[in-house]
């Protein structure tokens, strides 16, 4: 069956300027294989020109824009296909702006008919300006719904969500988040899939760390999601959602044979499990208020909703 990929960098290919072990080889099988695969990230700071420098920096070479999908893009995307011509004001950097610009979105602070948040720090200036074109009447859009990303083991930064979160406290506006798991980025993601390998997979997995976003948006636009532990989810946490992966790997690493060979493992589990089944997650303990849970410390909100 040809299988075609959707890959989560963060967590998945590194982490902390570090690649994750196997992640190299995962990627150079995929391209020696043939076999079609995208990256998809949430974050709408870089362009997927940078994407690409930033992997060849890491050890990963021989990629180029075109395999990348950012939810900047995927917000150009949703603007250019709903409401050609339109206005935007942006918070945001270099890579929203680009994608913009790509589609034909000019920039407008007086009267525009959007206002897009992305990925970055603003200033009390332009959530002033922001705030103010809402109050005017343009529609409230961002680019992800994180309300905080990563920057190492031990540090995070406000993500887009909370940004988005502020317009919406401050308006009463709700905002409208595009990037994962809005089902409008996996399809957009498809297509270019289709678009960049000139041929329609049998089927498109998802590879992700984060349940909220990669494993629940490919739950719900239909696809097959592969969670892997290298990056935010601990394997104890999985039974607690409602949504589940179709596999949990310990890495991208453990697809490379599968990817070379062509020939799907017939476990739908993961060599993780061998290490001991007692970890588990065991089905009757996936509410939040299971006795067994409240151990847990209850982690922060990764998206607004
Ligand atoms: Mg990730």
Request: charged share 20%.
């Amino acid at each position: 069956m040809k299988t075609g990929y959707l890959i989560d960098m963060d967590g998945v290919i590194y982490r902390e300027n570090q690649l994750i072990p196997g992640a190299a080889d995962f990627v150079r099988a995929l391209s020696a294989s043939g076999t079609p695969f995208l990256f998809l990230t949430n974050n709408s700071a870089p362009t997927p020109q940078d994407l690409a420098v930033r992997l060849e920096h890491l050890g990963i070479a021989g990629l180029s824009a075109r395999h990348f999908y950012t939810s900047a893009q995927n917000t150009a995307d949703f603007l250019s296909e709903t409401d050609p011509g339109c206005t935007a004001f942006v918070l945001g950097e270099g890579g929203l702006h680009t994608a913009l610009h790509e589609r034909r979105i000019a920039n407008d602070a007086i009267q525009p008919r959007y206002v897009v948040v992305g990925e970055g720090a603003s200033t009390t200036e332009k959530l002033g300006r922001a705030h103010e074109c809402i109050e005017r009447g343009a529609r409230l859009l961002a680019t992800n719904p994180d309300n905080w990303c990563p920057v190492s083991s031990e540090k995070t930064r406000p993500g887009a969500g909370a940004t988005a979160a502020y317009l919406e406290a401050s308006t009463g506006r709700r905002a409208y988040y595009l990037g994962k798991p809005n089902g409008y980025m996996f399809h957009r993601a498809r297509r270019k899939l289709v678009e960049i390998t000139l041929s329609e997979p049998e089927q498109v997995i998802m590879i992700g760390d984060t349940m909220e976003t990669d494993i629940r948006g490919a739950v719900e636009a239909g696809m097959q999601s592969f969670l892997v532990l290298s990056g935010s989810t601990q394997l104890e946490v999985v039974g607690d959602y409602v949504y589940q992966p179709t596999r949990v790997l310990q890495s991208v690493g453990d697809l490379t044979d599968e990817v070379m060979t062509g020939r799907e493992s017939d476990r739908r589990d993961s060599p993780v499990f061998t290490q001991g089944s007692s970890q588990l997650p065991r089905s009757g303990q996936r509410h939040q208020t299971d006795v067994l849970a409240l151990h847990k410390p209850r982690p922060r909100p990764a998206m607004t909703k």
